[in-house]
Nanobody, 127 residues
Framework: QAQLVESGGGLVQAGGSLRLSCAAS????????MGWFRQAPGKEREFVAA????????NYADSVKGRFTISRDNAKKTVYLQMNGLKPEDTAVYYC????????????????????WGQGTQVTVSS
């Protein structure tokens, strides 16, 4: 069984911060990498950030570089997304996902390689 449970979403004003958490259990604890994606109403799901469990190698979308930071706690099998300087355009449902197999040194930015997905957590940024 594989399970990813996100938490930490909510409503925040522009310029504010939130920290999302993703707890992995079952098969997902042996994943190669973990990623965060988001989907706004009427838009396609887009990559936000990713990190490998073993080396901590990260990958970020250009739109969040310098504002968001992804990290992991191997002991707790939890991945975090610290979001600072939030903008209204960051409003979306944020999903955590696990990539079970090594594909490249840099964790992938495409949804395709990710095998398991969480249920999502809503982030709303007001202007």
């Amino acid at each position: 069984q594989a399970q990813l449970v996100e938490s930490g979403g909510g409503l925040v004003q522009a310029g504010g911060s939130l920290r999302l958490s993703c707890a992995a259990s079952g098969r997902t604890v042996r994943a190669y990498a973990m990623g965060w994606f988001r989907q706004a109403p009427g838009k396609e799901r887009e990559f936000v950030a990713a990190i490998t469990w073993s080396t901590g190698t990260t990958n970020y979308a250009d739109s969040v570089k310098g504002r968001f930071t992804i990290s992991r706690d191997n002991a707790k099998k939890t991945v975090y997304l610290q979001m600072n300087g939030l903008k209204p355009e960051d409003t979306a449902v944020y999903y955590c996902a696990s990539d079970q197999n090594y594909s490249s040194y840099i964790p992938p930015a495409r949804p395709g390689p990710y095998d398991f997905w969480g249920q999502g957590t809503q982030v709303t940024v007001s202007s």
